[in-house]
Structures are given as structure tokens and as C-alpha cells.
């Protein structure tokens, strides 16, 4: 990031119609909110130079402040705001948009069930998949608890001046947030968070430190189920050993009684991604029950889940409305996870097959489904576009198939696949909206979208989640 004044081209005559802006951080001046970007800052105009600034609303007035100076952009914070928007809500914790998972809540909800259909515009208006313009885009469906719903924390564990502190990263910074509240999280995982950190501190249990590559724990993960209220929580550490490990157990057993598993993971080092490859029981069982669409899935500390339960049932429930199931159908799980959408559905078709490329979520879904008793799922471990000519080879055909990618969205592999197999019914689940669009180039006009609908899996964030209703184009039938 330049901390130097910067500007525009210095040595070359200004031939340009906009002559180069000198600013610099510090700088301050009036800024009119015109838009959110895809983070969901607000975006203003600086002599034509887009100015992103947090926390910020479409038609608000503010005197801004330079953070960074980019080339073709500038951040910003609010140094005074003039003029605020009636949809300015007070956020309910104090840092929100210091950190990622709650940058929105300083925007009244219905207005972040609107930005998040505009996302999909937009995105369908920057990659320009055939017909766009007639893509019916419905309004986002609501979640009708837009606090309190996540069933997942991750805080990172540090000490500063000798305190324990729990939270997330400040953007893009290394300091740890001490999160007190987290009105996003489940109100049962905040009081276990703030409860262990408590022992930590008393226990005086050493905490990671990034910079001497010392200490011992370095995150808590906590995931509560919804339906059980009960609690997993796992310690990820810098070392196999957990000093006073008998008496936190021990405090956790008598004063934390939702605690139904705890685990370790060793993730050792200085290292990039949270979790490490080794994962050992501490207490209790090594799996956590939730119940979704009336099935119950036990769940590794390690496998993926939905982050919002409540909103996951209308998710599947949307996703098999696009497909419109029929008792002959055989059914794909694309990107199955522990099986939850295919075995919530096998009970309305004749077969379903899934793939997923984590070994412990694809053992998990298989046990799910024994679980539930349902003989009719089998899932197996690959990418969607290894698995799929195996299957074809066996002489399996498809007629629905649902895909649930990651962000990445699907491979191109794959897509050809579809176009091949032509399943006459497809639902795509997306949680990226840009890769979606891309996708649909690709996939009409095979198929046409039939409609898109949007539902806000992550309020209080940027993020968007939508099915897509595929439907095969007429003559593309055999
Ligand atoms: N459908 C599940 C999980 C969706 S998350 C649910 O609703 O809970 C996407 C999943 O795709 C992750 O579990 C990830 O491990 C898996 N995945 C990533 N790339 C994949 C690929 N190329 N093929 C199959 N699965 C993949």
C-alpha cells in the first residue's frame, strides 16, 4: 500500500481529458454514496476515481478520508457523514465492518434483500450470459431471524498487553478483534467462546503468537446445532500437547453442559489455513447431530455444513421446487457435502448419486444415510467431473441433477459433461454470483434459466446465495 503521495503518470504530458489526481492518505473531501460494490462498501466518485468507503450508503453525503491509494481506485473511511440514509440502522456490534461477517449491519434489512438482487443483475450484466435481459431475477427471499443465526465460529486466539483476546482479523490485518458480542453467531457459541477464553486467561494456557511462532492455542472453532443445542468445540493448536488440559476439560464438563464434543486439531507453524491435517477426540462423542428437512446428520469436526439451519431448509426446499422431483427420477448431488440435499430428497425419487472430493464429508454422507435408514443414496469420493464418466461407464443415466459448487462455481470439465448427459431437470446453487453468470454462458442455449431466485443465506453480510432454475431448451431433447 503507498503511504507516499501518489500521482498519475508524473513524467508524461497530460494529453488525457482527465487530468492525474494528486491525493494522498489523509487527504479529506465530500463524497456522495452513488452505489455498493460487491463487498457491499459504498462506492463515490473523486474527480472519476472510484472511491470505496465501509460502512457507507447509496445517497449519503460524507467527508471522506483516504486509507490507501490504489492505481485505479481509493479507500476510504467516514470522517464525518453529512447527510445519512433513512435506511441507516445502528449496527449491533461495535466493530462491524472492522471485520468480514457482519459488514452490513449498519443497513436496514430490506435494503440488504435489494442489494443482494442487484448483485445478481449486475453480474448477469457484466458477463452477459444469452437473453439476460429476460432472466426473471425474483426478490431475495428474507431469513426470518437475520441475528443470532450462524451455527459457526471461528476466532482466532491471541493475547494483547497480557489479555486473551477472541475474534477475527481485522481487514486485511493480522490484529485479532476482540469480539465480546457477535449478534450474527448463535447466542449459545458467543457465551462458550467468551467462557473458554475466560479460562484461558485464568489457566494461563499459552496462546499463539504469530510473530515468535510460540505459544499453543491458536483458534476455537465452536459449530452448535440447531435442532440439539448442543455444542462441539475444538481447539486448533501449535503443539499435539494442551497444557492443563484435565482441568479445562473438567471446567468444560461441569459449567458448560451444552459441550457435547471436544476435539483438537494440530495445525502446527506458521501457516495460512486454519486447520491442520490431525484431529483427535478430547471429550464426548467426535461428531455433532443436527437435524434438517426431519433427517438427522452427525457431522465431523471437519466437514462442511450450511452456516445458517434455518435457512438452509428453504435453500433445499427451492432447489427441489426447480427440479420438480418425480418418484422414477434418479437424482445428482453435485458438490454433495455430508449428503444433506440428496438424502433429504431420496425419500421423492427412485435413486440418488453423489460426489464430493473430501473423503471425511463423503464417509459422513454414506453414514448419514444408513443413519436414516435410506438404501437408495450412494456417494463417492472425487471431483464432479472424475465421478461423472465413471458413472456414465456403468451405464447410468440421469434425470435431475442439483450442483452446489464452491466459489470457484463449476468446472469447465464438468459443464461439457452436463451439455452431454442433458439431464432434463438441473437446479444450480450458487453462492457466487460471478461465476454463476460465467457458468450460464456456457450452459445456454442448452438450457435456458427459467428463473433465479435469490435467498439471503448471510445476513448482515455482502454475501448471496441463489437457485437457479434450469430448464432443457426444446430442441435440445433426444
Ligand atoms: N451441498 C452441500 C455442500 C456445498 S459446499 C451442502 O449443502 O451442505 C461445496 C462442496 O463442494 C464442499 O463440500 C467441497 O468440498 C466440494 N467440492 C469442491 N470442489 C469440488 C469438485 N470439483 N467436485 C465435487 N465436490 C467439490
Redesign the pocket.
Known amino acids: 500500500m503507498p503511504s507516499k503521495r501518489y500521482q498519475q503518470s508524473p513524467s508524461r504530458p497530460t494529453r488525457r481529458p482527465i487530468p492525474p489526481i494528486e491525493v494522498a492518505i489523509g487527504d479529506r473531501f465530500p463524497l456522495t454514496i452513488k452505489k455498493l460494490g460487491i463487498n457491499g462498501q459504498g462506492i463515490g466518485y473523486f474527480k472519476h476515481k472510484v472511491c470505496f468507503v465501509p460502512q457507507t450508503i447509496p445517497g449519503e453525503i460524507i467527508v471522506a478520508e483516504v486509507t490507501a491509494v490504489h492505481e485505479k481506485y481509493l479507500e476510504a473511511k467516514i470522517h464525518r457523514l453529512k447527510k445519512a440514509s433513512p435506511d441507516r440502522v445502528p449496527p449491533k456490534d461495535d466493530y462491524a465492518g472492522l471485520a468480514g461477517g457482519f459488514e452490513l449491519e449498519h443497513l436496514a434489512y430490506q435494503r440488504q434483500l435489494a442489494y443482494k438482487r442487484q448483485v445478481v443483475l449486475d453480474s448477469l450484466a457484466k458477463f452477459r450470459p444469452f437473453g439476460y435481459q429476460h432472466y426473471q431475477v425474483r426478490p431475495t427471499i428474507a431469513a426470518p431471524h437475520p441475528y443470532g443465526y450462524r451455527n459457526k465460529a471461528q476466532f482466532q486466539i491471541r493475547q494483547i498487553d497480557g489479555q486473551v483476546v477472541a475474534g477475527l482479523y481485522r481487514a486485511n490485518s493480522h490484529e485479532v478483534i476482540d469480539m465480546v458480542t457477535c449478534a450474527v453467531q448463535m447466542p449459545a457459541t458467543m457465551q462458550a467462546m467468551r467462557q473458554l477464553v475466560q479460562w484461558i486467561q485464568e489457566l494461563q494456557i499459552p496462546v499463539y503468537d504469530e510473530e515468535a511462532n510460540s505459544g499453543i492455542i491458536k483458534t476455537i472453532a465452536i459449530r452448535e446445532s440447531r435442532s440439539t443445542g448442543e455444542i462441539q468445540v475444538t481447539f486448533i493448536t501449535n503443539s499435539r500437547k494442551l497444557p492443563h488440559k484435565r482441568l479445562l476439560l473438567d471446567k468444560i464438563q461441569t459449567e458448560l453442559p451444552a459441550v457435547r464434543s471436544v476435539m483438537q486439531n494440530f495445525n502446527p507453524g506458521d501457516t495460512p489455513l486454519i486447520w491442520g491435517k490431525e484431529t483427535t477426540k478430547l471429550a464426548g462423542d467426535d461428531y455433532l447431530t443436527e437435524s434438517l428437512m426431519g433427517l438427522d446428520f452427525h457431522l465431523s469436526a471437519r466437514s ?3 452456516l445458517h439451519p434455518e435457512q ?1 431448509e428453504t ?2 426446499e427451492e432447489a427441489a421446487k426447480a427440479i420438480d422431483l418425480t418418484p422414477n427420477d434418479t437424482l445428482i ?6 449428503g ?2 440428496g438424502l433429504s430428497l431420496a425419500s421423492r425419487v427412485k435413486r440418488v448419486l453423489g ?4 473423503p471425511e ?1 463423503v464417509a459422513d454422507a454414506n453414514r448419514n444415510a444408513a443413519l436414516n435408514e435410506i438404501t437408495n443414496a450412494r456417494y463417492e469420493v ?6 461423472m464418466p465413471r458413472w456414465r461407464q456403468e451405464g447410468l443415466t440421469f434425470d435431475a441433477i442439483i450442483v ?3 466459489r ?1 462455481g463449476l ?1 469447465q470439465v ?1 459443464i461439457d459433461q452436463i451439455l452431454q448427459e442433458k439431464p432434463h431437470k438441473f437446479a444450480y ?1 450458487s ?1 457466487n454470483m460471478a461465476t454463476l453468470a460465467r457458468n450460464l454462458t456456457r450452459l445456454i442455449p442448452t438450457y435456458r434459466v427459467d428463473y433465479i431466485q435469490p435467498i439471503d443465506m448471510m445476513p448482515q453480510t455482502p454475501r448471496c446465495e441463489a437457485v437457479v432454475k434450469l430448464v432443457l431448451n426444446d430442441h435440445h431433447h433426444q
Open positions: 462442511f455444513l450450511q438452509t435453500l433445499y448431488d453435485a458438490y454433495a457435502g455430508i444433506t440435499i460426489m464430493e472430493t473430501i464429508a472425487g471431483t464432479a467431473e472424475e465421478v452446489d459448487p464452491p470457484t468446472d464438468f446453487i453462492c
